[in-house]
């Protein structure tokens, strides 16, 4: 067996079983690009669940310094005495 032969018979199986072949190249490929976009995925939302964290306690500081300072616990004001 020569290996031109040994081509033809494959091309030859290739073109028996296109349809398979094909569902093999169009999983992998899809297998592939979720493989490589899961990482991608999961870095992102972690990022946003830390920066909304981040957000949220930064947000409570400033919500609380402005409720202290319409309060009067932070005033500037002198103390009047009556």
């Known amino acids: 067996?020569?290996?031109?032969?040994?081509?033809?018979?494959i091309s030859q199986l290739t073109?028996?079983?296109?349809k398979e072949v094909l569902g093999?190249?169009?999983?992998?490929?899809f297998s592939g690009l979720v493989q490589l976009s899961l990482p991608l995925g999961?870095?992102?939302?972690?990022?946003?669940?830390?920066?909304a964290t981040m957000v949220i306690h930064l947000?409570?500081?400033?919500f609380s310094g402005f409720g202290c300072s319409n309060c009067g616990f932070t005033s500037n004001k002198p103390n009047e005495v009556n």
């Open 59 to 62: 947000c409570t500081y400033i």
């Open 42 to 51: 999961v870095q992102a939302i972690v990022g946003f669940a830390l920066g």
């Open 15 to 18: 073109r028996l079983h296109k």
């Open 1 to 9: 067996m020569d290996f031109l032969s040994a081509v033809n018979r």
């Open 24 to 29: 093999i190249y169009l999983f992998s490929a």
